[in-house]
């Protein structure tokens, strides 16, 4: 199997080769160009997919940011016999539960403003504004 790596600390896009290495519990990297360093192995338990379209499924692994691996669907269809967590959402997504929680204290602190602050900012202004400006506004 072959894969095109990004490990998320350069820009760099590693051409490699996937091994699965059931008893360590591990997915291998292999550089294919002749003198690269081979990439740290992934933890079979915590690689995640991250999308999957028509011809490629793009996979990254709990605990390094930024890190994907592009892989083909056959290869994907292989690591999924191998990663009991693969269609488990990686943490750092947003949950239905924490969009809601953010738009009811976005909810909150709107009326706040306008039911509580902005009434007490008008009294405060309404006590030093001077009377000739108040018969103005009259």
Known sequence: MRGRLNDGLTSTVHEVHLTVDPDAGLLRFEPVREGASAPEPWPLRLIRLIERTK??????????????LAVDLAAREFLALHCPDLGRRARGYWSGGRVAL??????GGLCLTLFVLLPLFAHQVARILPASIERGLT
């Not at 011809?55 to 994907?68: M, S």
């Not at 953010?102 to 909810?107: A, K, R």
């Open 55 to 68: 011809t490629v499924a793009r996979l990254t692994v709990e605990g390094r940011d930024g890190t994907r």
């Open 102 to 107: 953010w738009s009811v204290l976005s909810l």
